[in-house]
């Protein structure tokens, strides 16, 4: 079992591990966090977005469970290459979808409890098979208008080019819609379509990079 929950970490959204011993681990050197990098142009921005994104689904599908609960901007970090590394991975919470008992109903984190912080309930995440938790925790947490983060509350994706706008007038309102919690204009009962505006937000963000490649 430990074999296993150590392979979950040997991810590509994580630095590449050099060694542990005890409580001490040795990680690659990443490069700058995304706090750092908060004011590059927004095409590039848009592509850490999309990465992002990924990784939320990748880590929502994985063979054990891997929920971001720490969505600061400076725990994540861009390599050279221009690739999106978790760089603390302290605070992810670890599940096991093949335990039995667990509700096979997909949980929703409806952001209860909390307008500016990433709200969750270890109990919801570790007692489901599956959550939509890490897309709010992205979308809503990283790139969205009111965003967490104390550096860049206006999110990730923050003064798109007005061709982005005109020519994909539906790209803002679905970060607006992947991060709907119960303080905002969405009710509960359109919250289960956070993974589907997140896979639209994911669409549009690759018919937009291709087409201007490194423009601002």
């Known amino acids: ?22 409580r001490v681990i040795v990680e690659d050197y990443v490069g700058p966090t995304l706090t750092q990098l908060s004011q590059v142009p927004w095409i590039v921005r848009a592509d850490y977005a999309r990465q992002l994104l990924e990784m939320a689904q990748d880590f929502s599908d994985a063979e054990f469970r891997l929920y971001l609960t720490d969505v600061s901007l400076d725990n994540f970090a861009v390599s050279h290459h221009g690739e999106v590394k978790v760089i603390d991975a302290e605070n992810i919470v670890l ?15 409806d952001g209860f409890g909390c307008r ?24 809503k947490g990283m790139l969205s208008s009111s965003a967490f983060s104390q550096d860049l509350p206006e999110g990730l994706l923050h003064s798109p080019p007005s061709w982005v706008t005109k020519e994909h007038p539906l790209l803002l309102s679905l970060v607006e819609d992947c991060a709907s919690h119960s303080f905002s204009d969405f009710t509960s009962h359109s919250l289960p379509m956070r993974r589907k505006a997140a896979a639209a937000l994911h669409e549009h963000l690759l018919t937009v990079l291709p087409k201007r490649g490194n423009s601002s």
């Open 1 to 22: 079992m430990r074999r296993r929950r150590r392979k979950a970490y040997q991810h590509k959204w994580f630095p590449t591990l050099r060694g542990m011993c005890g």
């Open 95 to 109: 599940v096991d979808p093949s335990i039995h008992g667990l509700d096979p109903a997909e949980h929703v984190n």
């Open 116 to 139: 500016d912080c990433l709200s969750f309930s270890y109990e919801d995440l570790c007692g489901h098979t599956s959550s939509d938790h890490n897309f709010f925790a992205v979308c």
